[in-house]
């Protein structure tokens, strides 16, 4: 959808037609990027509402952004306000609520890696989101679920370790591949 507005708009500047620049800028304003952005408003009005104690408004704002019909395919707005929304419910008491909303966030968040391609995408993906783990086995502590919230950080630890590996594998690869350039760089110009 960005790709096809902002192409129609590209035309029509080019060919200085004000049609193409319209329909271009209505496929814009038409599409997920207009409600993605709008959830992303009522996501931050719900972190306000929360820093201003209005908990009434901060629950109703949150619950606007998850009952989005496409919410799903936001995954990375969806996740977030999953997250943003059990630390709430932790912070009011409501720890099954919480516990039910972080579940759910951390099941998107590895999903959604999994579906990732290369391994130093998915450790981008996965660095700033040790957080959600971190608060469930809290509120799993909270609740005496001892079990449960070992699990989960040693789920945390894994893919903290899977990453850690992977990144100095890469990291292995990227020096290996350098010597390699190197050598054949001395080969080159020996052979010159």
């Known amino acids: 959808t960005i790709l096809s507005a902002g192409t129609m708009i590209?035309?029509?500047?080019l060919s200085k037609s004000g049609d193409l620049i319209e329909s271009g800028v209505n496929i814009a304003n038409d599409s997920e990027i207009e409600a993605a952005g709008k959830l992303r408003i009522q996501l931050e009005n719900a972190r306000l509402a929360v820093l201003k104690q209005d908990n009434k408004r901060a629950e109703e704002e949150f619950n606007k952004v998850i009952a989005y019909p496409?919410?799903?395919?936001?995954?990375?707005?969806?996740?977030l306000t999953?997250?943003?929304?059990?630390?709430?419910?932790?912070?009011q008491g409501q720890l099954e609520k919480?516990?039910?909303?972080?579940?759910?966030?951390?099941?998107?968040?590895?999903?959604?890696?999994?579906?990732i391609s290369t391994e130093a995408m998915k450790i981008g993906f996965s660095g700033s989101k040790s957080q959600v783990y971190q608060t469930l086995v809290d509120v799993l502590v909270k609740q005496k679920k001892?079990?449960?919230?070992?699990?989960?950080?040693?789920?945390s630890r894994a893919r903290t370790m899977i990453d850690m590996l992977a990144d100095e594998e890469l990291h292995s690869r990227d020096t290996e591949l350098t010597s390699l350039l190197?050598?054949?760089?001395?080969?080159?110009?020996?052979?010159n």
């Open 82 to 91: 999953l997250f943003e929304r059990g630390r709430f419910f932790a912070s």
């Open 70 to 79: 496409e919410i799903s395919k936001m995954t990375e707005l969806y996740w």
């Open 98 to 115: 919480a516990e039910k909303d972080l579940y759910q966030s951390i099941d998107l968040i590895e999903s959604t890696r999994g579906n």
């Open 182 to 191: 190197s050598a054949q760089s001395n080969l080159t110009s020996n052979t």
């Open 146 to 155: 001892v079990k449960p919230a070992f699990n989960i950080a040693e789920r």
């Open 10 to 13: 590209t035309l029509g500047l």
